[in-house]
């Protein structure tokens, strides 16, 4: 099995994934996005970074380069696929996932460890922690706010797919726990199917022991879920 | 064919905070200004031709749906107009 990690021009922590998904011992390698993707691929991450300088809107440009169509088709095989950050908003704009993710309430980049609360413990991504887990996740964005429709929001509760939560270190759901106005603290979202899932939190940045915890490795490990 | 210059304006739907608008409003009313709301929009000018004026917009409105807009959050209206 091979994970490829899609690299576009701005992407930029493509090779923290590479680098994580090694220490996991996951088979992976950095794809350039005109090379299109790869036939033995069996995941995908979308990584974090800053793809066509976010002209127009984070993630925009990306999820219109053809690729995408590829990256669509695999997901609609049942290919895991996991956007991160960067990735996350191209998945959005790529229509891989509802919402989008726009500008931070306050503004500005924010760069600081976050409590996450998982949402479902019974999908790939999640199946090493337990509902209600509370993990310590970095963000690091300007453009993380979740927003949508409420009306689609609801329907997105209603069928259990949101995946992770801003909390306090207890697991509560507080406006101060919210980092950047996302509505109900939304962080990471599934697809239409639960292999497909985007979240703004870099999972890849506490997966190595040495660089401040552990708490993503789960969600990396849902790449293997083939 | 018809020159044309479609001009597409590109808004937060109403509802939607606009953080950027926001720290902009504050701004000019540090500067002094009395103002109520302020709100900030895109606009994109594209020179074309097309056949019609309507298969003008036509195109324009594929582009807006496509990439200019993201319907998830935003408005958008779109302006025709003859180009000299």
């Given amino acids: 099995m091979t994970v490829s990690i899609i690299r576009f021009g701005g992407s930029n922590c493509d090779r923290d994934a590479e680098r994580a998904l090694s220490h996991l011992e996951i088979d992976a390698e950095i794809v350039w996005h005109e090379d299109g993707l790869p036939a033995e691929t069996t995941g995908i991450v979308l990584p974090g970074g800053f793809s066509y300088g976010d002209y127009l809107r984070a993630g925009a440009m990306a999820a219109r380069s053809p690729i995408m169509a590829e990256v669509r088709d695999a997901a609609a095989d049942g290919v895991p696929v996991l956007g991160v950050c960067n990735g996350a908003q191209v998945g959005c704009e790529s229509g891989l996932t509802d919402g989008a993710f726009t500008t931070n309430e306050s503004a500005r980049f924010q760069c600081e460890h976050v409590y996450l609360r998982v949402e479902r413990d019974d999908t790939p991504w999640t199946e090493a922690y337990d509902e209600g887990e509370v993990l310590e996740i970095p963000i690091a964005h300007g453009e993380g706010r979740y927003e949508i429709d409420d009306d689609r929001l609801e329907e997105l509760e209603a069928e259990n797919r949101v995946l992770f939560r801003y909390c306090d270190e207890d697991g509560e759901l507080t406006e101060d726990a919210n980092p950047n106005g996302s509505k109900h603290n939304v962080a990471g979202v599934l697809g239409d199917r639960d292999s497909v899932a985007v979240l703004m939190p870099h999972p890849e940045r506490v997966t190595l022991p040495d660089i401040g915890g552990t708490d993503g490795q789960g969600v990396l490990r849902g790449l293997e879920s083939v | ?84």
């Fill in chain 2, 1 to 84: 064919m018809t020159a044309y210059t479609a001009t597409v304006t590109v808004r937060l739907k109403h509802g939607v905070l606009d953080p950027e608008a926001e720290t902009t409003k504050r701004s000019l009313e540090r500067l002094g200004f009395d103002l109520e709301a302020l709100r900030s929009a895109d606009r994109f000018e594209i020179d074309l031709e097309a056949d019609s004026a309507g298969n003008a917009e036509e195109e324009v409105e594929e582009m807006a749906e496509r990439l200019l807009a993201n319907p998830t959050i935003h408005d958008y209206d779109i302006d025709v107009a003859e180009r000299e």
